[in-house]
């Protein structure tokens, strides 16, 4: 294996993922590039069809404005998302994604995606923001648009980037392996568009034993956007801002439609709604405790309140919202009709995207009209794209962003030639599926520029490209060399496999970093012992084996997993605040304090010392 075959494509512009993002780039790059005579590549670590965060499908579009009809405006998106992250976050990135998102949703229309209508020809919408769509299809509909505009010939799919191909401080490609055939893969790219998504299995999920693996965020999303930015040098914003959703509990099904669209309470086992008993709680939390809706991690915060003093299980009331809806429709036999209705739109809710929830709901002979259904808090996640905010530093645009924030390019890291879109860029949260898709269009036009501005040929460092390959590949030579010492090959002296080394990982951050058995509680002392641990955790990442091409990737995706990790802890050790008391609590440290952490925490790791720094950096409002 060693000696596995090398293969070197050379492009212009190199898209990494295969995403919402990526897709929304593709079509948007493949546009300029045609009058440029550029070449654009994409390469996905699955296959573009069904890859990322939308595989399953959605059961609603969460970010559309709606300018045209006039109800809402750019700047009450972005006073939505400011308010639902208290606060932290770039208005001219947010701001860039919302005025541009609608045409992002009518072209999901136009290529075939069925977006729910009224009888007046209407948009259904799920709340103000959000539309209800049949998408159990939306990624195959979104894929074949990418994959029209770059042609077959530019995709590359069950390739798996490592990481960043670099000329001193200007990235120049990427670097990575097949995961089906025994190629190394080097892409020399002019510019790279990142958009390798979210991190999700960072932490112990709850799903453990016979449910492993099962999360809400897409599993194979392991932190490649993170650690592909990191290792470039990338200032990164945002590492403490982790989403933790609530979701149905064991089967993470989503409860949007059911607050929003069917206005359902959440109770607990006493039949309180914390909502309304725990409102006083809100007050500690103001300006941001006061805002109509309240924030997700508010709502999660009131909730978690009420598990910690033993007041579970936490019930979503699906037979009160349904009968409650059907009740309101006239006669006995409108309601029955109704029911009916409801009951059927609630089974698509969860068949469009979250199918092992209608799975579980049938496995316990759940009707959701007869009775309600567990949720509860999931286990934390790095998602830019949701309610999240982890990702790159990026350029704002150059029309809206104050001097401050803006480097030239929208949405290019702090990296030349590094873009980066969806959850890979930072502080610009509620972008969700179309704003994800926006933004790739917004960063690969920009790119598209920079590349037309930076057109020289890149230079190449040999030595580089082969350290790199030793370094990827060594897992595979650890197994050739050590796998006979044992006779299970999963217990051996010599290495660690990489299942055990994410339970690892998954253990010091549960334990030490505020995950789901700790109650999302942490402090100084325990972040300071995690980051110890993580230490030792990363020597022996060296030792990691791998016995095929699968396994190489679970090293890979697990090393990405533990950068993403040390970032995070770094950053919530850096904010002597609690912001956000239902993703993270800092125990020592439990108020918000607007006036010294009313900032964002960014940070770099600093490859020629390896070496990493944590900073603050103002926040610059551009909506009153
Ligand atoms: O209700 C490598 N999301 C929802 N968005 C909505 O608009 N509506 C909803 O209803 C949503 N809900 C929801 C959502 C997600 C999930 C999982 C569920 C429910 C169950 C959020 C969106 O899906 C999300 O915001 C976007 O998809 C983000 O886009 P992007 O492009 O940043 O990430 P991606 O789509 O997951 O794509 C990542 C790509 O990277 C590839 N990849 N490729 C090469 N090498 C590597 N090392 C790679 N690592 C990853 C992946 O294969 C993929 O192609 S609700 O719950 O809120
Ligand atoms: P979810 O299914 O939780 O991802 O929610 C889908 C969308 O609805 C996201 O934009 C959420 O922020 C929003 N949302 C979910 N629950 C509520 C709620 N109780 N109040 C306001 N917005 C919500």
């Given at each position: 294996m060693a000696d596995m075959k090398t293969e070197v494509v050379e492009t212009d512009l190199l898209i990494v993922g295969g995403g919402m993002a990526a897709c929304g780039a593709a079509v948007e790059a493949a546009y300029w590039a045609k009058?440029?005579?550029?070449?654009?590549?994409?390469?996905?670590?699955?296959?573009?069809?069904?890859?990322?965060?939308?595989?399953?499908?959605?059961?609603?579009?969460?970010?559309?404005?709606?300018?045209?009809?006039?109800?809402?405006?750019?700047?009450?998106?972005?006073?939505?998302?400011r308010s639902d992250l208290m606060g932290i976050t770039r208005e001219d990135l947010v701001y860039n994604i919302a005025r541009h998102v609608d045409s992002t949703v009518h072209l999901f229309e136009k290529w075939g995606l069925p977006i729910w209508k009224d009888a007046e020809g209407n948009y259904v919408h799920e709340g103000r923001w959000q539309l209800m769509i049949n998408g159990e299809?939306?990624?195959?509909?979104?894929?074949?648009?990418?994959?029209?505009?770059?042609?077959?010939?530019?995709?590359?799919?069950?390739?798996?980037?490592?990481?960043?191909?670099?000329?001193?401080?200007?990235?120049?490609?990427?670097?990575?392996?097949?995961?089906?055939?025994?190629?190394?893969?080097?892409?020399?790219?002019?510019?790279?568009?990142?958009?390798m998504g979210g991190a999700v299995h960072v932490f112990k999920p709850r799903s453990s034993g016979e449910g492993l693996g099962r999360a809400w965020y897409p599993p194979w999303n392991s932190g490649s956007s993170a650690y592909f930015t990191l290792k470039a040098g990338a200032e990164m914003t945002c590492q403490e801002v982790r989403f933790i959703p609530v979701r149905f509990k064991d089967a993470y099904g989503p409860v949007g439609a059911w607050f929003l669209l069917f206005k359902s309470r959440a109770t607990n086992g006493m039949g309180g709604d914390y909502m309304a008993e725990r409102r006083d709680e809100l007050e500690k939390w103001v300006p941001y405790g006061k805002v109509k809706p309240v924030p997700a991690n508010l709502r999660n915060w009131l909730m978690m309140l009420d598990v910690m003093d033993g007041k579970g299980p936490i019930y979503m009331r699906t037979e009160e919202a349904i009968n409650k809806i059907a009740s309101e429709s006239g006669d006995e036999k409108a309601a029955k009709k109704k029911i009916k209705e409801l009951e059927g739109e609630a089974w698509e809710d969860f068949l469009d995207m979250t199918i092992s929830q209608a799975i579980l709901w049938a496995g316990t002979n759940t009707a959701p009209e007869e009775k309600p259904s567990e949720i509860a808090a999931a286990e934390p996640y790095f998602i830019g794209s949701h309610s999240g905010a982890s990702g790159a530093w990026v350029s704002g645009p150059k029309d809206l962003a104050p001097q401050e924030y803006f480097w030239g390019y929208a949405n290019m890291s702090?990296?030349?030639?590094?873009?980066?879109?969806?959850?890979?860029?930072?502080?610009?949260?509620?972008?969700?599926?179309?704003?994800?898709?926006?933004?790739?269009?917004?960063?690969?036009?920009?790119?598209?520029?920079?590349i037309m501005d930076h057109p020289d040929s890149r230079k190449y460092d040999q030595r580089q490209i082969d350290a790199l390959k030793a370094e990827i590949l060594?897992?595979?030579?650890?197994?050739?060399?050590?796998?006979?010492?044992?006779?299970?090959?999963?217990?051996?002296?010599?290495?660690?496999?990489?299942?055990?080394?994410?339970?690892?990982?998954?253990?010091?951050?549960?334990?030490?970093?505020?995950?789901?058995?700790?109650?999302?509680?942490?402090?100084?002392?325990?972040?300071?012992?995690?980051?110890?641990?993580?230490?030792?955790?990363?020597?022996?990442?060296?030792?990691?084996?791998?016995?095929?091409?699968?396994?190489l990737m679970r090293c890979w995706e697990n090393i990405h997993r533990m950068w993403q990790a040390e970032a995070h802890v770094r950053a919530i050790l850096f904010r002597e605040?609690?912001?956000?008391?239902?993703?993270?609590?800092?125990?020592?440290?439990?108020?918000?304090?607007?006036?010294?952490?009313?900032?964002?925490?960014?940070?770099?790791?600093?490859?020629?010392?390896?070496?990493?720094?944590?900073?603050?950096?103002?926040?610059?409002?551009?909506?009153?």
């Amino acid at each position: 294996m060693a000696d596995m075959k090398t293969e070197v494509v050379e492009t212009d512009l190199l898209i990494v993922g295969g995403g919402m993002a990526a897709c929304g780039a593709a079509v948007e790059a493949a546009y300029w590039a045609k009058q440029h005579g550029l070449k654009v590549t994409l390469v996905d670590k699955a296959a573009v069809d069904r890859s990322g965060a939308v595989a399953m499908g959605l059961s609603a579009i969460n970010q559309y404005v709606g300018i045209k009809d006039g109800k809402n405006t750019v700047e009450d998106y972005v006073k939505y998302v400011r308010s639902d992250l208290m606060g932290i976050t770039r208005e001219d990135l947010v701001y860039n994604i919302a005025r541009h998102v609608d045409s992002t949703v009518h072209l999901f229309e136009k290529w075939g995606l069925p977006i729910w209508k009224d009888a007046e020809g209407n948009y259904v919408h799920e709340g103000r923001w959000q539309l209800m769509i049949n998408g159990e299809s939306y990624k195959v509909v979104v894929a074949e648009a990418a994959k029209n505009a770059l042609g077959a010939e530019n995709i590359y799919e069950r390739i798996f980037i490592v990481g960043p191909l670099m000329d001193g401080d200007v990235c120049v490609g990427a670097v990575g392996f097949s995961v089906r055939e025994e190629k190394f893969y080097i892409f020399k790219a002019k510019a790279v568009l990142v958009a390798m998504g979210g991190a999700v299995h960072v932490f112990k999920p709850r799903s453990s034993g016979e449910g492993l693996g099962r999360a809400w965020y897409p599993p194979w999303n392991s932190g490649s956007s993170a650690y592909f930015t990191l290792k470039a040098g990338a200032e990164m914003t945002c590492q403490e801002v982790r989403f933790i959703p609530v979701r149905f509990k064991d089967a993470y099904g989503p409860v949007g439609a059911w607050f929003l669209l069917f206005k359902s309470r959440a109770t607990n086992g006493m039949g309180g709604d914390y909502m309304a008993e725990r409102r006083d709680e809100l007050e500690k939390w103001v300006p941001y405790g006061k805002v109509k809706p309240v924030p997700a991690n508010l709502r999660n915060w009131l909730m978690m309140l009420d598990v910690m003093d033993g007041k579970g299980p936490i019930y979503m009331r699906t037979e009160e919202a349904i009968n409650k809806i059907a009740s309101e429709s006239g006669d006995e036999k409108a309601a029955k009709k109704k029911i009916k209705e409801l009951e059927g739109e609630a089974w698509e809710d969860f068949l469009d995207m979250t199918i092992s929830q209608a799975i579980l709901w049938a496995g316990t002979n759940t009707a959701p009209e007869e009775k309600p259904s567990e949720i509860a808090a999931a286990e934390p996640y790095f998602i830019g794209s949701h309610s999240g905010a982890s990702g790159a530093w990026v350029s704002g645009p150059k029309d809206l962003a104050p001097q401050e924030y803006f480097w030239g390019y929208a949405n290019m890291s702090t990296v030349p030639g590094i873009f980066c879109a969806g959850d890979a860029s930072g502080a610009s949260s509620h972008k969700f599926s179309s704003g994800s898709h926006a933004e790739g269009r917004i960063a690969a036009k920009a790119a598209i520029d920079y590349i037309m501005d930076h057109p020289d040929s890149r230079k190449y460092d040999q030595r580089q490209i082969d350290a790199l390959k030793a370094e990827i590949l060594k897992p595979l030579e650890m197994f050739e060399q050590f796998g006979k010492a044992s006779t299970d090959p999963e217990m051996n002296p010599n290495y660690i496999k990489p299942k055990m080394f994410m339970f690892r990982l998954q253990k010091i951050m549960d334990e030490y970093a505020g995950g789901v058995s700790s109650q999302f509680k942490t402090s100084k002392a325990l972040l300071e012992k995690g980051l110890d641990l993580l230490q030792y955790l990363k020597e022996d990442s060296a030792k990691l084996a791998a016995e095929d091409l699968h396994e190489l990737m679970r090293c890979w995706e697990n090393i990405h997993r533990m950068w993403q990790a040390e970032a995070h802890v770094r950053a919530i050790l850096f904010r002597e605040e609690t912001r956000w008391p239902g993703y993270y609590f800092r125990a020592d440290k439990p108020s918000m304090d607007e006036k010294d952490w009313k900032v964002f925490v960014n940070m770099k790791w600093i490859p020629k010392d390896n070496k990493w720094e944590v900073f603050s950096k103002p926040i610059i409002s551009i909506v009153n």
